[in-house]
């Protein structure tokens, strides 16, 4: 009877999602398989064929083709790993990154369409059973090799933003830092500025945001944009939520931002913070920033000493600035 159970909610579940006509169910020319390539794609920074094979279980042919297919259309770039040269550097393209924005948007919208109808006291029941299905089906052993599973949960993703994020950068900068450094609402004021010019007006070459993405809710953010200074990125705005600090949110973040600056030609990255966040100089010195400069004031209700810190990515003699 367990066997049957599982199956029929499989059928079940497998129609309830259009997962046997997923680009019809989601308006897209792209498979569920497809679609979830993307999704890895775009959730980390840099991916090789190898560990996108190791991660989704597919087949290496597959796995080829698809990437060809998405070559083709302009989805992704490929090339030789800068560890293993006989490896392979898969990455996203502006347009890949906006095709998988546009899926991941389309998906959220499915499942809370699928929640509308579901009575709001009833959310939490579901969301647990949920959860405790895959405790249970997970602390369970790999078919096939006798190995144990992972018991953790899905583990913390990068993602692009999505309707909504960019607020929720602002109000919890406001929260976070009011609460831990006691810092007044001139801060808030002044991440909603940053926020609101990134979003009124930013080129996608040269500029980026992530959301850091932890059990399905955003947990912390960074931004990536053009420096006043001729070919100079500056990292802004990098928060870490207190319950979701220890998965090396913080430190895949920065590097992040540091290969996105690189792939796009920056001949540096700045940045500007306070000494008091200690835990964050502790992330940029790990990265190779220096510091180069110091110099005290009084902001946000606070006497702090604001640090300007650098980190080179090439000869600087060499590259021009990106245009």
């Not at 991941?104 to 959310?123: I, N």
């Not at 405790?132 to 052993?141: H, Q, W």
């Not at 996105?260 to 000494?275: C, H, I, K, P, S």
Request: with cysteine; charged share 30%.
């Amino acid at each position: 009877m367990t066997i049957q159970e599982i199956r029929a909610f499989n059928r079940f579940y497998t129609n309830l999602i259009g997962a046997l006509n997923y680009s019809k169910h989601l308006y897209t020319p792209y498979t569920l398989t497809e679609s979830r390539l993307l999704y890895e794609l775009a959730h980390t920074p840099r991916t090789d064929a190898a560990e996108l094979r190791a991660e989704l279980s597919l087949d290496a042919g597959y796995l080829s083709r698809m990437l060809t297919k998405f070559e083709r259309e302009g989805l992704v770039e490929r090339a030789p790993s800068e560890q293993d040269a006989r490896r392979q550097r898969i990455t996203l393209t502006r347009q890949g990154r906006g095709t998988a924005a546009l899926l991941d948007e389309r998906s959220r919208e499915a499942v809370g369409t699928l929640l509308d109808r579901v009575e709001p006291d009833e959310r939490p029941r579901l969301v647990e059973a949920l959860r405790t299905a895959r405790e249970i089906l997970s602390a369970g052993e790999t078919p096939g090799d006798g190995r144990r599973a992972s018991t953790r949960r899905e583990g913390p993703v990068l993602r692009d933003p999505v309707p909504g994020d960019l607020g929720w950068m602002v109000q919890r900068h406001g929260a976070v830092y009011a609460a831990e450094y006691g810092w007044d609402a001139t801060f808030e004021g002044l991440v909603a500025r940053i926020v609101a010019d990134f979003a009124a007006d930013h080129d996608e070459r040269l500029e980026r945001v992530w959301i850091a993405e932890l059990d399905g809710r955003p947990v912390g953010s960074v931004m990536c944009v053009r420096d006043e200074a001729p070919g100079a990125a500056r990292l802004r705005l990098l928060l870490v939520e207190p319950e979701a600090r220890g998965h090396g949110l913080g430190e895949r973040m920065v590097e992040a931002v540091v290969g996105f600056a690189r792939d796009a030609g920056y001949r540096e990255v700045v940045l500007w913070t306070n000494d008091v966040l200690t835990a964050a100089r502790k992330l940029y010195v790990r990265a190779g920033f220096t510091l180069v400069a110091e110099k005290p004031h009084h902001s946000y209700g606070a006497d702090l000493v604001g640090q300007d810190w650098r980190l080179p990515l090439v000869d600087e003699s060499v590259v021009d600035s990106p245009s």
